[in-house]
């Protein structure tokens, strides 16, 4: 059964720092990986999504790179904001189904 | 894009009613729709599989005859909370796979639901 882990659970930077979120995962038999950003009682919104055969994703501030043999993924935000303040959740698609971890609960302070 | 609507938003009901959640695909036709439940400060954790014109699919510990689902259409989906109790009280999301050729899922808005 995939395990799918983020580290740190929480974050507090000051604004403009460059950040790194952690995405683990424990089967690397995945079809893709998606981050996905949701404010505080919304829904997500998906930031980023890499197929299993890419080893990155960028869009604009933000930069997803995915390792399979390690089992692992990072979501990279230069420059933070105080409007990135959010929960970022990472997403494995294994199939018909996806597998989330538990959050990343960032917090840019101005 | 493909977009992905809930109703309602955000409902309160009496423990022992039913509440019945709706999931519609805006401007495309989805097999495939998935409900996720997400309690406060956790991640969310997929209930169930509906696929259109048979039955869902549970996950494990997830109780069926609770949590009707109904997939009559390629673009609406119903959760229905039977007899509700407070420990029901979440916030409940829906998503839509994408068309056939993509494994994407589109989310949508969430709806939070209060169990008095």
Same mark, same amino acid.
């Given at each position: 059964? @995939? %395990? $799918?882990? @983020? !580290?740190?659970?929480?974050? *507090?930077?000051? %604004?403009?720092?460059?950040? $790194? ?8 038999? !995945? ?6 950003? @949701? ?29 399979? *043999?390690?089992?692992? *993924? ?10 990135? *303040? ?21 917090? $840019?302070?101005? | 894009?493909?977009? #992905? &609507? ?42 169930? /599989? ?12 997830? =109780? ?13 989906? /119903? ?7 407070? =420990?029901?009280? &979440? ?8 068309? =056939? ?13 209060? #169990?008095?």
């Amino acid at each position: 059964k @995939q %395990e $799918v882990t @983020q !580290i740190p659970a929480a974050l *507090s930077v000051p %604004e403009g720092e460059n950040l $790194v979120l952690n995405c683990s995962f424990t089967d690397s038999a !995945i079809y893709n990986l998606q981050w996905f950003r @949701q404010d505080p009682g919304k829904g997500l919104t998906s930031l980023l999504l890499i197929q299993s055969s890419q080893r990155e994703q960028t869009s604009g501030r933000l930069n997803a790179s995915l390792d399979k *043999s390690s089992g692992r *993924s990072t979501l990279y935000i230069a420059a933070s904001q105080p409007g990135d *303040s959010a929960t970022y959740l990472c997403a494995l698609n294994a199939g018909n189904m996806l597998t989330f971890g538990g959050g990343t609960r960032l917090m $840019v302070k101005p | 894009g493909a977009v #992905v &609507s809930q109703h309602p938003s955000w409902v309160i009901c009496k423990s022992g009613t039913s509440v019945k959640i709706e999931c519609r695909s805006l401007d495309f036709q989805a097999t495939t729709m998935f409900w996720y439940r997400q309690f406060p400060k956790q991640s969310l954790m997929l209930m169930a /599989t509906s696929n259109e014109g048979s039955k869902a699919t549970y996950e494990q510990g997830v =109780e069926k005859d609770k949590f009707l689902i109904n997939h009559a259409s390629l673009t609406l989906s /119903t959760l229905t909370v039977t007899s509700a109790h407070p =420990e029901d009280s &979440s916030f409940y999301i829906c998503s839509a796979r994408a068309p =056939e050729g993509t494994d994407t899922q589109y989310f949508g808005p969430g709806t939070r639901l209060t #169990v008095l």
